[in-house]
């Protein structure tokens, strides 16, 4: 049985499953990343909650593991040399569990790195773009009298969404045949800009036919649906 006693992080969340990849999330648009992810590799986890209401972000022992505060979070009793890796950053996360299952990753050399490419494009792009969207849009940003800088994301979200728009033409997934890593570090943030922020209507959604299409497929996966409510409400 590993020892994971080592990482601080157990003593807040202890593993009961100590031989199992320990995830520390929420179903947030990074969070569901990681466990549509596992969802889809059918990697054995156990998944603990990091709940924001009561800061445990802040706390030592997830910063022991997370300095940048912030989930998705993993720890694999199984890493590289069958020794122990702590591992934030949902992209850095994402190629982890394709590099270690074999899966959602195509095998083609190029077409590895050009997957990589697109899931740059939501870590640098989507990702931020789209949250600053929500802050200005839904919370405490939408009260700002200056309503310039939340036009200047609904401009920017606009534009990624019809970038994303061309790419799918033709396609069925980012990678075209091949649904993987890309496809589930983007369409959790899509599914949020258009669901729970309220910014359809805004970034005006409907002009992007081929990004609601492969948003449908995307979430009509089983795996999809059961990593979106993890870890489940208390
Ligand atoms: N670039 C990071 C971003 C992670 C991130 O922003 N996580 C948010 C939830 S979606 C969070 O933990 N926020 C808590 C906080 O900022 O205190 C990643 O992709 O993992």
Do not use: C
Request: net charge neutral; no cysteine.
């Amino acid at each position: 049985m590993p020892d994971l006693s080592a990482f601080a992080i157990t003593k807040k969340w202890p593993a009961r499953h100590p031989e199992r990849l320990q995830l520390y999330s929420l179903p947030t648009p990074n969070g569901v990343k990681v466990s549509i992810a596992l969802e889809e590799t059918g990697l054995p986890y156990e998944v603990h909650r990091v709940a924001f209401d009561t800061n445990d972000q802040l706390s030592p022992e997830f910063l022991s593991l997370n300095p940048n505060n912030k989930i998705p979070a993993i720890l694999d009793p199984n890493g590289p040399n069958g020794r122990p890796l702590a591992l934030f950053e949902s992209g850095a996360i994402l190629v982890y569990l394709a590099a270690k299952t074999g899966q959602l990753m195509p095998t083609d050399e190029a077409a590895r790195y050009e997957t990589l490419q697109w899931l740059m494009f939501q870590m640098g792009g989507i990702g931020p773009m789209f949250g600053q969207l929500g802050f200005f849009h839904k919370f405490a940003g939408k009260d700002y009298e200056d309503k310039r800088p939340r036009d200047r994301y609904v401009a920017e979200s606009r534009r990624l969404l019809k970038v994303l728009d061309g790419r799918l033409a033709g396609r069925q997934w980012i990678m075209g045949d091949d649904y993987g890593i890309a496809d589930i570090a983007v369409f959790p943030w899509v599914r949020n800009l258009a669901g729970f922020y309220g910014a359809g209507e805004i970034v005006g959604f409907d002009d992007f036919r081929e990004v609601r299409r492969v948003l449908d497929a995307f979430v009509a996966r089983p795996a999809v649906q059961r990593g979106l409510a993890i870890p489940p409400a208390p």
